[in-house]
């Protein structure tokens, strides 16, 4: 006797790549083709974005939750923002500086002021070297984040989704930032102006 096979939830959304597909784990694409045209307009909510994005993740899926439960914004304090523009402008002539990934290394390393401290000599006109910050002695959460930015930089984002459930390393304060920046590299800097 044969048993019946336990149809699989359908997941509603007005994506086509999505439209009519029965799945446990999330988008097969790299990136969520929906999210893209509704982030730059707004319409979705940054907790309905990381949601989306970060679904086919089982393993990350109780902490994702509950950093979308705590969030106020994707910004750390009032210093964040001018520390950010700080750093574009010292990058000014860099090719690309305007492509996502860069905002979201910038993201994370201006996010406080004793990291940004410590990568002030990695940035120039032609470029940002990562290999010239002063990490001797850094705070583990700096240290998670400055880790962060350079896995994010040289393109191993699948890498560090891996280590985000480790909460030895990557505390939670961390995690919210280092979740806002691999959406920020994925969908571009829109994601910074969601609603919560």
Same mark, same amino acid.
């Given at each position: 006797?044969?048993?019946?096979? &336990? ?6 959304? @007005?994506?086509?790549?999505?439209? @009519? ?12 083709? !929906? ?16 949601? &989306?994005?970060? $679904? ?7 902490? *994702?939750?509950?950093? *979308? ?5 994707? !910004?750390? #304090? ?8 700080? %750093? ?9 500086? @305007?492509? /996502?990934?860069?905002?979201? *290394? ?5 996010? /406080? ?6 990568? =002030?000599?990695?940035? /120039?006109?032609?470029?940002? !070297?990562?290999?010239?910050?002063? *990490? ?6 700096? &240290? %998670?984040? $400055? #880790? ?15 280590? =985000? ?6 505390? @939670?304060?961390? $995690? ?21």
């Amino acid at each position: 006797m044969s048993r019946k096979k &336990k149809e699989q939830p359908l997941i509603k959304t @007005d994506c086509e790549a999505c439209a @009519d597909r029965r799945y446990y784990g999330g988008c097969s694409k790299d990136g969520c083709p !929906w999210l893209e045209s509704q982030i730059p307009m707004g319409s979705v909510t940054y907790s309905e974005a990381i949601t &989306k994005h970060f $679904f086919r993740y089982k393993e990350l899926r109780p902490r *994702v939750n509950q950093a *979308v439960k705590k969030y106020e914004g994707p !910004w750390t #304090n009032m210093g964040h923002i001018p520390r950010m523009q700080t %750093a574009r402008k010292m990058t000014r002539c860099f090719t690309e500086k @305007d492509t /996502s990934r860069y905002h979201a *290394v910038m993201y994370l390393l201006t996010s /406080s002021f004793d990291l940004f401290a410590r990568i =002030l000599g990695c940035f /120039s006109e032609d470029g940002l !070297w990562l290999n010239r910050a002063r *990490v001797l002695d850094i705070s583990p959460h700096n &240290k %998670a984040l $400055f #880790n962060a930015a350079c896995e994010i930089y040289s393109g191993n984002e699948q890498k560090l989704i891996g280590e =985000l459930g480790n909460r030895g390393t990557i505390g @939670d304060a961390a $995690f919210q930032l280092i979740l806002t920046a691999l959406m920020v590299s994925q969908y571009g800097p829109a994601v910074l102006s969601l609603a919560p």
